[in-house]
């Protein structure tokens, strides 16, 4: 809806990329792809690789999902000097959040905190209608809509129902995670997430962010915009700390696994 709504469009294939992706790319096409960083993406991109090599596509990678861009960290840019424990790499990536173990920053002091030392790239600039225009011989691909029963299960698999006792509806798209993200992070919930964060029942107990988050229908980046704009203009609390924290410790593991 997003996309449409900017006169764009997202063409839905079901396969495997190797097989889908090489009939749309036209001879001299440029690919471009999130990189990733483990064994099963990477056999991907190597099988797609090798069905494009012969018409001369090129291949060009991007990096997602975490809040601290791979280049601008600390460390090598094979990360084979970034330490295999969260605190050390904490202190390294953010020396802002050193503190005793769980203490909280003097920084953090239930009063408005203008400035942070933090380097995390700004968000994207919003995209206006035009930005992104459609190939003319696509227009035909861009019948089908997604639905579950295209869904390329090895056998049948029922559409699942919202259960009665589920303490959120969860719903995909950047929509119901901005929805969410204002909900918890702009209202009264965060102000009690440094007491609640380890307890999984209640739908404010945490912030339920990591659906969204996990399918990229929200940027970590855009989460901490948020959370910085609640710290300049109302305060950085222990709560607001402890999120930053619970940010740092995805991108750890994102990191780690592109390190081994």
């Known amino acids: 809806d997003r996309l449409r709504g900017l006169g764009s469009d ?10 889908v992706l090489p009939p749309l790319l036209e001879k001299g096409s440029v690919l471009i792809t999130q990189e ?7 056999q991907v991109d190597q099988a797609l690789k090798k069905s494009l090599d012969f018409n001369g596509v090129s291949w060009e990678y991007c990096w997602g999902t975490t809040l601290f861009h ?10 084979g000097d970034m330490p295999d424990v969260f605190t050390p790499f904490k202190s390294k990536v953010a020396p802002e959040l050193n503190c005793a173990c769980n203490n909280v920053p003097p ?14 790239r700004c968000c994207l600039p919003e995209l206006t209608s035009g930005d992104l225009p459609l190939p003319q ?27 009665a006792a589920a ?9 119901e995670g901005l929805v969410r993200l204002q909900r918890y992070v702009e209202g009264p919930p965060m102000a009690s997430y ?35 704009q609640r710290e300049r203009e109302t305060a950085a609390t222990p709560s607001t700390y402890w999120f ?8 750890f593991f994102r990191f780690f696994a592109a390190k081994h």
Not at 70 to 79: C, G, I, K, V
Not at 107 to 120: F, G, H, I, W
Request: charged content about 30%; aromatic content about 8%; glycine content about 4%.
């Open 194 to 228: 440094a007491a609640t964060k380890n307890c999984m029942l209640g739908a404010d107990s945490s912030s339920k962010l990591a659906p969204w988050l996990a399918n990229g229908c929200l940027s970590p980046r855009r989460v901490f915009e948020v959370l910085r």
């Open 137 to 163: 011989h696509l227009e035909e691909e861009l019948l089908l809509e997604p639905s579950w029963e295209i869904l390329p299960f090895a056998e049948p698999v029922e559409l699942p129902q919202t259960e």
């Open 70 to 79: 791979r280049d601008d960290l600390p460390f090598q840019r094979d990360l």
């Open 107 to 120: 920084s953090y002091n239930d009063t408005p905190k203008a400035e942070t030392t933090l380097q995390v």
């Open 36 to 42: 990733e960083v483990t064994w099963e993406e990477f």
């Open 167 to 175: 303490v959120l509806n969860f719903r995909g798209g950047e929509q």
């Open 244 to 251: 930053t924290f619970a940010l740092l410790v995805r991108d």
């Open 10 to 19: 997202l063409l839905v294939r079901v396969g495997r990329p190797e097989e």
